[in-house]
């Protein structure tokens, strides 16, 4: 599996326009997400409105808040093991906020972000550690600032404001599959 100008090649290209330069051009922080719309529901078009910016917000109550929005993450892994891209790896996407991992704030600037279709609370596929694998494997190969031990989730970034990937994501399942990948 390769990249070409930041696109990983065995995605999905589902682009988004909620994106800019990176400042320094570095890479060396990748970021957990979770993300459902409507909130625990899967599999249905939101996320990649969302993302692209073109969310219907009447066509669900809890999107009223959306509206507006502007956000974006790297990749997505559904809940069958897709991967989905929508900003190159080389800029910077939209999905982490206000932000600081150790004295560094800002961490958009510096990450890449993966959204795992899923919520806080319900366990994940083993399609999406799979995928959450094989392309973190990739991302190491291809960015060498990445490591292993520069894997956080958005709770360790954001703590304040956020949870994800939640109770539910199998740290240890991940990083034991990742180092014996």
């Keep these: 599996m390769s990249f070409e100008f930041g696109w990983f090649t065995a995605a999905r290209r589902c682009e988004?326009?909620?994106f800019n330069q990176r400042p320094f051009g570095e890479i060396s922080l990748l970021v957990i997400h979770n993300i459902s719309?409507?909130?625990?529901?899967?599999?249905?078009?939101?996320i990649d409105q969302l993302f692209q910016g073109c969310l219907d917000t009447n066509a669900d109550n809890s999107f009223a808040?959306?509206?507006g929005l502007k956000v974006s993450a790297h990749f997505l892994i559904r809940r069958d093991g897709e991967c989905v891209q929508y900003v190159s790896c080389d800029d910077r996407a939209w999905h982490a906020g206000v932000s600081r991992y150790g004295e560094r704030e800002n961490c958009n600037d510096f990450?890449?972000?993966i959204e795992l279709e899923g919520t806080d609370t319900e366990p994940y596929t083993a399609a999406q550690y799979q995928?959450?694998?094989?392309?973190?494997?990739?991302?190491?190969?291809?960015?060498?600032?990445?490591?292993?031990?520069?894997?956080?989730?958005?709770?360790?970034?954001?703590?304040?404001?956020k949870t994800d990937p939640g109770p539910s994501f199998d740290w240890e399942r991940y990083l034991t599959k990742l180092r014996d990948f």
């Design 16 to 18: 988004s326009p909620h």
């Design 37 to 46: 719309l409507p909130a625990g529901c899967f599999g249905l078009p939101y």
């Design 65 to 67: 808040d959306l509206a």
């Design 111 to 113: 990450s890449i972000g």
């Design 131 to 161: 995928q959450l694998v094989e392309l973190t494997q990739a991302l190491l190969a291809q960015y060498s600032s990445l490591s292993a031990e520069r894997i956080v989730g958005h709770c360790d970034i954001a703590p304040v404001r």
